[in-house]
C-alpha cells in the first residue's frame, strides 16, 4: 500500500506530510497515476518519473553536505497530467546559507553548477511569462533554502508573508490545506 493516499475531489493531496522513499513515490499515485485510467488518459507517467529522477539526483547532493529535511510539492503533488516541474524546500542552515557555503559544496557536486537563488541567474523559457533558475531549465526542478523565520514571498488571504512549510501546504489557487511530499532521508 502506498504512503501517498489518492487525490481528493478537487485534485490535492489530502493533508498532510508524506514521508516517502523514491522507490515508493516512483509507485505512488503522483507518478503511476489516480486508479481510475479513463478520468487520466492523458496522464504523463514517463514525464512524471523523469522529475523524480531529478529531484532525487537533487536530494542526493543536499545530502552530501549534510541536508536531511527535503520536501517536494507543486503541481507535481497534483492531479495535472502533466505538470511543469517539481517546486520544493529543504531545510537548512541560515549561516552556511548566508557565508556561501553550502552554494558553493551543492556546485562542487553539480556538474552544470545549478545551485543559486539569485534572482539575476533566472531566464526566461519560451511560453513561460516567469524567468526560471538555472535548476529549472537543467532539471525541471526547484528546490529553495528553508530556515525558521524566512518567507518565501507567497502570502496568505490575509497578506502576510508565508514560511515554506505553511506555504508548500496549501494550494495557489484557493489556499485551501494540501498534502506534501517529504522525502525519506537516503543518505550515510
Known sequence: MSK???????????????????D????????????????????DAPWRRRLVDNLE???QQLWKVGVRDVFADGSFAEDKDHPNDIDGYFVCDLDRLRTGELTRELNLLDPYKVWTWDPASRKPYR??????????????????????????????????????PAAFRQSRRDGKPRGIVKIEYGGK
Open 24 to 43: 515508493q513515490l516512483r509507485s505512488s499515485v503522483l507518478v503511476a497515476g489516480p486508479s481510475n485510467p479513463q478520468m487520466y488518459s492523458s496522464w
Open 4 to 22: 501517498v493516499p489518492p487525490f481528493e475531489q478537487d485534485g490535492l493531496l489530502p493533508p498532510g506530510d508524506y514521508e516517502v522513499s523514491f
Open 57 to 59: 539526483l537533487l536530494t
Open 127 to 164: 511560453g513561460y511569462p516567469k524567468k526560471q533558475l538555472p535548476m529549472w531549465h537543467r532539471y525541471r526542478v526547484e528546490l529553495y533554502p528553508h530556515f525558521p523565520g524566512m518567507g518565501c514571498g507567497i502570502r496568505d488571504k490575509h497578506g502576510h508573508e508565508l514560511e515554506f
